[in-house]
Nanobody, 126 residues
Framework: QVQLVESGGGSVQAGGSLRLSCVASGYIGGTNCMGWFRQAPGKEREGVATVYAVGGYTYYADSVKGRFTISQDNAKNTYLQLNSLKPEDTAMYYC????????????????????WGQGTQVTVSS
């Protein structure tokens, strides 16, 4: 089992920045892919960014490319830097972990992720 705890969400004005953190515990050696997903009210869950542990390959949704950055400083801590925030970025952001192929990890698809955190809310006002 892997436990994930997110933090760092909040309310900011458009153009502002936030840094989300995800701390993993438990059997993290069984995972090789970390991701950030988001879901706004009335909308489907969206894969925001993922990172494949071997080689550090990353995936970004088109809507966040150039503004968000996923990073890790070790196997336990994964971050999502959110810059130039827009009102449409408002959502609950979830950290997720998986053991999957590089191709699936970099597809941004949530179905491969078996471990999820509780989420942290990001609200961007115009």
């Amino acid at each position: 089992q892997v436990q994930l705890v997110e933090s760092g969400g909040g309310s900011v004005q458009a153009g502002g920045s936030l840094r989300l953190s995800c701390v993993a515990s438990g059997y993290i050696g069984g995972t090789n892919c970390m991701g950030w997903f988001r879901q706004a009210p009335g909308k489907e869950r969206e894969g925001v960014a993922t990172v494949y542990a071997v080689g550090g390959y990353t995936y970004y949704a088109d809507s966040v490319k150039g503004r968000f950055t996923i990073s890790q400083d070790n196997a336990k801590n994964t971050y999502l830097q959110l810059n130039s925030l827009k009102p449409e970025d408002t959502a609950m952001y979830y950290c997720a972990a998986a053991r999957t192929s590089k191709e699936w990890c970099l597809s941004g698809t949530g179905s491969q992720f078996g471990y999820w955190g509780q989420g942290t809310q990001v609200t961007v006002s115009s």
